[in-house]
């Protein structure tokens, strides 16, 4: 009975191993893929495809030269890393409060704030009054257009909240037995424990900043204002429109080679932050999902 | 504890800065521009206007939405010497503003429409390239003025620019001119070619009928014409672009007199193409291409950059292609690194059994313009119209080249060039782009001194001209369908349905996925029937004699 059991478990750890195994491929090899058409040189493109492996003498950094090397790259990634910045320091300002507010039981009128909040959750205003809205504060061309409107987001609000909630309510009653008022007990007791929650939803308003991409197109219409995604784009762009623009076609990669480059490009900031605060990433999402 | 405040301190205020410092860091071009007397501005090439008496005495602020030639050039920057011009000899300050492409440029123009916001002078833009359709929603909502009193005062840019009365017939609404149409890119700019080199190895002529050139696909396919020892090519390429098989293989339907999707070969015939008795038969031919395998199966889902990148990879021998995609040094210049010894050459007209020719319909779609009823209300109609007629006389080589004898020069032919220029400094060097961003949208009216700059000729790398302009000019030259009135065509409300329904049939026939014979045909007919064809090839018919289109 034990040997069989044991048995059991060993065919289920390599049926699980094997499952897992499939999975990372599923995930791997088009992430290879997109590496390889990045790194392909414009002859072996032209004349062969993109092969599965390059030969190490075959790599080339072309595409990510001319996409790194363009005049106007350094300006749309400052861009980019400013939006980023302001708008998840922005938004977490402006989250916490909202969230520790809400997370408070006997906040005079909880319900009725709690039903707004959901409210802009369930029903978005669309598209053209906040384009008015924008115009109208004279925020076009301002950093401003992009990071406001998304700037708390409901759904991290109620994670955060839900988090805050989470907290051991002793702690804060000791702090106000102490004599400390609300912001007191948010500064001095609630954020410092709150790290993970900070980190965790400070990622998710990073990423979403970082690849924002359509209100830039239609606030920031100074060019010098675009974002690396804006400018990325354009540039595929051009690069699949050469014929209609003469002599534009300077790409020694190929369009392929570009997209994997720009895909790359833009991932790798996210992909060097996610490690870094990972060991913080389940216990911020998951804490206070789980009540005693 | 006491770290962890300090971090967050030390945040707040560098926060403040970076907040204080979060708007636009370039002043506007008229903040920017230094003053005349401080810095003197080159003066640009050609002489320019005389300020006319009727100039206000104070500057007319313009702001242009426009897309860019080159998307990923940028604009051009706050001292650009024309803003400069522009200012002074014109007395406007121009805001130039570079509209996104595609989905998102209809997206940016339909939000600004709807929050009444339209700027003074703006593209039109659709992404499906139906820019008629997007001016006729805006001037159904109101919010275009009609331009009609400006053509007067651009008397010679709408000698060069507005002088076909078919395009400006389809920017007119009851009666009024709404749109200023610009002269579409290139005219029949794509064409038939063949591999010269693989007919010379084969000894093989170039076909001139659609029996002809399955003989010679079939040849391409199975006699190994590179001469690898492999059996790796095909006769045909192509891939599927636009509606039904595509435009990309109107040759082989135009063979049987039958391009395109609208049948505009005389007015009584008018109505969609599949009607007449003869187009099975040419989808019969198409089929025949499939079932000897003589074209790269590949077709009905290849991507267009993929398509580019096997012919350079020498996988087929014919194609459809744009004859810049083709033969401009950049383009060609993979191709010709893997077969220096190879040769594209025009391939005519095919001529079908019943004697018919038609290499393609000239569809005609180009830029449109237009200017908003706010800017109109505002009384800036008269300051637009000498912005652009400038753009199209005294500062046509400042913006479309930039500056003479920095940029480019006219040498003792009267053509553009650029010999003897620094590299950087050349109208065509990448640094240049964002000088000459306009010139596709506004400027470039496909003069031949334009085109001859455009498109130079050069030396491959075996020493053979390579010139372009011959690819252009025998496109050109062949027989064309003139379908530039499909452009007033609305589609049916059901477009996406009836669009699915008219594509994977035809497919399925080329395929045969469905045998192709009188009853399917009909069956296929009524199913569009039901869809509403007949109703939409009436309703099409009536919106043509409305424009005055169908005569």
């Known amino acids: 009975m034990l040997h069989s059991r044991t048995r059991d478990a060993v065919f289920f750890q390599i049926g699980l191993a094997v499952f897992l195994t499939l999975i990372l491929l599923i995930i791997l090899i088009p992430f290879w893929r997109v590496i390889v058409t990045a790194f392909i040189p414009l002859d072996i493109y032209t004349r062969d495809g993109v092969p599965f492996f390059l030969s190490p003498t075959q790599w080339t950094a072309e595409a990510f030269k001319q996409l ?16 980023t910045l302001l708008g998840t320091a922005i938004s977490l300002i402006l989250t916490v409060p909202l969230a520790y507010g809400l997370s408070t039981r006997n906040l005079p009128g909880r319900k009725l704030i709690m039903t707004l909040v959901l409210f802009t959750y369930l029903f978005s205003p669309g598209l053209i009054p906040v384009y008015l809205l ?46 400390a008022n609300e912001l007191q007990v948010l500064w001095n007791v609630i954020l410092p424990l709150s790290k993970p929650i900070l980190l965790t939803i400070g990622l998710f308003y990073a990423v979403y900043f970082w690849n924002e991409f359509f209100t830039p197109i239609l606030y920031l219409k100074d060019s010098d204002l675009l974002p690396l995604p804006v400018l990325l784009r354009n540039i595929l762009i051009s690069a699949s429109f050469n014929e209609y623009v003469e ?46 | 504890m006491k770290s962890w405040k300090m971090i967050l301190v030390v945040f707040v205020l560098v926060l403040s800065q970076i907040l204080a410092a979060c708007g636009a860091p370039a002043a506007t071009a008229t903040e920017a521009a230094p003053p005349a007397t401080e810095e003197p501005t080159e003066a640009p090439a050609e002489p320019t206007v005389e300020p006319s008496p009727t100039t206000p005495p104070e500057p007319v602020d313009i702001e242009l939405w426009a897309q860019a030639t080159v998307t990923e050039a940028g604009a051009p920057p706050d001292d650009w010497i024309a803003y400069d011009v522009i200012r002074e000899e014109l007395n406007i300050n121009l805001t130039y503003v570079i509209i996104p492409t595609g989905e998102d440029g209809e997206a940016f123009i339909n939000t ?67 749109g200023l149409a610009e002269p579409p890119p290139l005219p029949r700019r794509e064409g038939l070619v063949i591999r010269k080199d693989w007919l010379d190895k084969l000894e093989l002529e170039v076909p001139t009928t659609p029996e002809e050139l399955l003989a010679v696909a079939q040849a391409f396919t199975e006699q190994d014409p590179d001469g690898n020892g492999k059996n790796d090519t095909y006769g045909l390429g192509g891939f599927i672009n636009g509606e039904g098989l595509g435009n990309r293989f109107d040759f082989i339907t135009g063979a049987w007199g039958l391009p395109g999707v609208w049948d505009f070969s005389a007015p009584e015939n008018f109505g969609l193409v599949v009607r007449n008795e ?60 893997n077969f220096p010894d190879a040769e594209w050459i025009p391939v005519a007209s095919l001529t079908g059994p019943q004697g018919d020719s038609y290499y393609g319909v000239y569809t005609g779609r180009g830029n449109i313009f237009a200017v908003s009823q706010t800017a109109a209300d505002a009384g800036k109609g008269e300051a637009i119209a000498r912005l652009l007629e400038w753009i199209a006389t005294d500062g046509y080589f400042l913006m479309g080249f930039g500056e003479e004898g920095k940029n480019y020069i006219i040498d003792e032919n009267g053509d553009i060039s650029t010999e003897g220029l620094p590299e950087t400094e050349a109208y065509s060097a990448p640094e240049r782009q964002p000088f000459t961003q306009m010139r596709n949208q506004l400027v470039f009216y496909n003069s031949e001194q334009e085109i001859k700059a455009r498109y130079p000729t050069y030396e491959t790398i075996n020493g053979r001209t390579m010139e372009p302009m011959k690819f252009l000019q025998f496109f050109q030259s062949q027989p064309w369908t003139d379908g530039r009135a499909v452009q007033a065509i609305l589609p049916l409300a059901n477009a996406a349905d009836f669009d699915r329904f008219y594509d994977e049939g035809m497919l399925q026939f080329v395929l045969g996925q469905k045998e192709l014979n009188e009853e399917t045909w009909a069956e296929y007919l009524a199913g569009l029937d039901a869809l509403g064809a007949a109703d939409w090839e009436a309703s099409a018919k009536q919106a043509l004699i409305d424009a005055g289109l169908l005569k």
């Open chain 1, 68 to 83: 790194l090397g363009h005049s106007l790259f350094p300006r749309a990634m400052w861009n980019s890393v400013v939006i």
């Open chain 1, 134 to 179: 924008i115009t109208g504060m004279k925020l076009t061309n301002n950093y401003l257009a992009v990071i406001l409107p998304p700037a708390v987001s409901v759904y991290n609000t109620l994670v955060m909240m839900s988090f805050f909630e989470g907290l051991p309510e002793d702690l804060k009653e000791a702090a106000r037995l102490d004599g």
């Open chain 1, 247 to 292: 002599y534009d076609a300077f790409s020694t990669s190929s369009l392929e080679s570009l997209k994997a480059a720009g895909v790359l490009i833009t991932m790798l900031p996210m992909l060097f932050i996610y490690p870094w605060i990972q060991r913080y990433f389940t216990k911020g999402t998951l804490v206070g999902g789980v009540k005693e």
């Open chain 2, 112 to 178: 600004a429409a709807a929050a009444n916001e339209l700027t003074d002078l703006f593209q039109a833009v659709k992404a499906n390239n139906d820019n008629r359709g997007a001016l006729k929603q805006l001037v159904d909502l109101g919010l275009v003025a009609p331009v009609d009193d400006l053509l007067p005062l651009m008397p010679e840019r709408t000698k060069t620019h507005y002088n076909d009365p078919l395009l400006n017939s389809l920017v007119t609404f009851d009666g009024k001119l709404y």
């Open chain 2, 278 to 337: 003869k187009y099975p038969e040419a989808l019969a031919f198409f089929k025949s291409l499939v079932d000897e395998k003589v074209i790269d199966p590949d077709w009905p889902t290849l991507k267009r950059d993929d398509f580019r990148a096997r012919w350079k990879q020498g996988l087929f021998g014919i194609m459809w292609e744009d004859f810049a995609a083709l033969t401009n040094k950049s383009n060609y210049e993979p191709f010709d690194t």
